[in-house]
Each structure stands twice: as structure tokens, then as C-alpha cells.
């Protein structure tokens, strides 16, 4: 069983910076894709970022140039570094562990992290 814990979220202005942080036990980063997904309230959940085991990363078009997804592997630790955050950037952000990017291949979700963003 793999247990994803997001952490890191929280409330900023428009222009500022947050990092989240996903702790992941086992062996997780070695067998899975990783990634984060948001959803805002009354949205559909959305892919974010994505690392492949090799380190390969891929982004949502809204969020390139500004997010960029991380790992470390020593400390099993995800990461999202998320920089000129905008108002529409707020929603719940999760973790994720699955056999590709895409959001029908997810094997395993976090409980996600709020982030909220003010004008």
C-alpha cells in the first residue's frame, strides 16, 4: 500500500510563491509516475506536473514557466514549486502515484493540500 501526504499549501497574494511537498513511503518513486492534480471548486480535477522514474517532466500549458515539479529520491519527497501564482491557481492540490501521467492511470491519491490565492 502506498500513503501520499501532501503538505505546504496555504494562503497568498497574487505575485508570491508556495512549495508543496509529498512524502511517499516505499519504494514509490522508483515504480511509479509521480505527479499533482488540482481541482477548483465546481472544476474537474486536472493534471499539473508529472516526473517520470527517470526524471522526464511534463506541465499543464497553464502553469509552464511558473510551476516546477521535483523529486528526492533519499527522502522519498515530492515536490511542487509553484512561482507568480495567480487567482486561478486556487484549489486543492494532490499528490499522486500511478503508471503514467494521465489521470485514468492513477493508482494512488493523497488527501490533498489547499491552496488559495488572493487578488
Known amino acids: 500500500q502506498v500513503q501520499l501526504v501532501e503538505s505546504g499549501g496555504g494562503s497568498v497574494q497574487a505575485g508570491g510563491s508556495l512549495r508543496l511537498s509529498c512524502a511517499a513511503s516505499?519504494?514509490?518513486?522508483?515504480?511509479?509516475?509521480m505527479g499533482w492534480f488540482r481541482q477548483a471548486p465546481g472544476k474537474e480535477r486536472e493534471g499539473v506536473a508529472c516526473?517520470?522514474?527517470?526524471?522526464?517532466?511534463s506541465y499543464a500549458d497553464s502553469v509552464k514557466g511558473r510551476f516546477t515539479i521535483s523529486k528526492d529520491n533519499v527522502k522519498n519527497t515530492l515536490y511542487l514549486q509553484m512561482n507568480s501564482l495567480k487567482p486561478e491557481d486556487t484549489a486543492m492540490y494532490y499528490c499522486?502515484?500511478?503508471?503514467?501521467?494521465?489521470?485514468?492511470?492513477?493508482?494512488?491519491w493523497g488527501k490533498g493540500t489547499l491552496v488559495t490565492i488572493s487578488s
Open positions: 516505499g519504494s514509490t518513486f522508483s515504480r511509479y509516475f
Open positions: 499522486a502515484a500511478g503508471d503514467s501521467c494521465r489521470y485514468s492511470r492513477v493508482r494512488y
Open positions: 516526473i517520470g522514474g527517470a526524471g522526464s517532466t
